[in-house]
């Protein structure tokens, strides 16, 4: 399925890439496809979405949108609801986040993840998430997602996966922090979690945590989003 193209995306004299109309016209249009069943349900080619996995890490948007962060943010409203059933198909336990703490402010983009725009949630034994640290780390039952969405400059739009981790008991995985990695695509197909199905497909993310083992293996989120930091 081709990705969404809910509107049309122009770069602007800074190198920003431009939404046409204003925010009302973009949840109208992009919710009337959504609502037409036209958002992907998995990763997607053309529009720049990117069907590669280089060097073992994520597809990446080719030519990822700079936004405006409430225009971003507008259009992440439009497919949260859809994000969230669609990770739900899973059958996983702990998928709806909508009561978890938000610890950003507006979608940013991540380039540990494809270079797509992500929110990052934590539930109730997540709140020390920015302290987190080697002396201090997470209790057994943490819990932290990202979710995800491609916006590529050339105005492709499409649902992204859910990246999650969970802290588990010690010794469930000393390499990573004894953190459960899980990826789940749109469609809810656990693309791999760690030890157990698929876990060789998502070792790449405890690799890439490791950069951040002093932070107990959680990367910080950028200032300029970041919220109760």
């Known amino acids: 399925m081709s990705a969404l193209k809910p509107l049309a995306l122009t770069r602007g004299r800074r190198g920003r890439a431009a939404l046409?109309?204003?925010?009302?016209?973009?949840?109208?249009?992009?919710?009337?496809?959504?609502?037409?069943?036209?958002?992907?349900?998995?990763?997607?080619?053309?529009?720049?979405?990117?069907?590669?996995w280089p060097e073992g890490g994520h597809i990446r948007v080719?030519?990822?949108?700079?936004?405006?962060?409430?225009?971003?943010?507008?259009l992440y409203r439009t497919l949260r609801q859809r994000m969230i059933e669609g990770y739900a198909r899973s059958g996983l336990a702990n998928i709806d986040y909508r009561g978890w703490q938000r610890f950003n402010s507006r979608p940013y983009v991540s380039d540990q993840h494809g270079a797509r725009m992500v929110n990052v949630f934590g539930n109730d034994r997540s709140d020390r998430l920015h302290r987190a640290s080697t002396e201090e780390p997470m209790p057994v039952g943490a819990m932290v997602v990202k979710d995800s969405f491609s916006l590529a400059a050339s105005g492709g739009l499409a649902r992204g996966p859910l990246f999650t981790m969970e802290k588990m008991t010690p010794g469930f995985f000393p390499a990573g922090g004894d953190w459960r990695y899980t990826m789940i695509m749109p469609n809810g197909k656990v693309f791999g979690s760690t030890n157990g199905e698929g876990s060789a497909a998502v070792a790449f993310c405890a690799e890439c945590h490791k950069q951040a083992a002093k932070r107990d293996f959680l990367f910080d989120l950028p200032d300029a989003f970041a919220v109760g930091k």
């Open 20 to 52: 046409g109309g204003f925010a009302l016209g973009i949840l109208l249009v992009a919710g009337l496809a959504i609502g037409a069943g036209a958002t992907a349900d998995s990763e997607t080619t053309g529009s720049g979405i990117v069907p590669e």
């Open 62 to 74: 080719l030519d990822p949108a700079e936004v405006d962060p409430d225009e971003a943010e507008a």
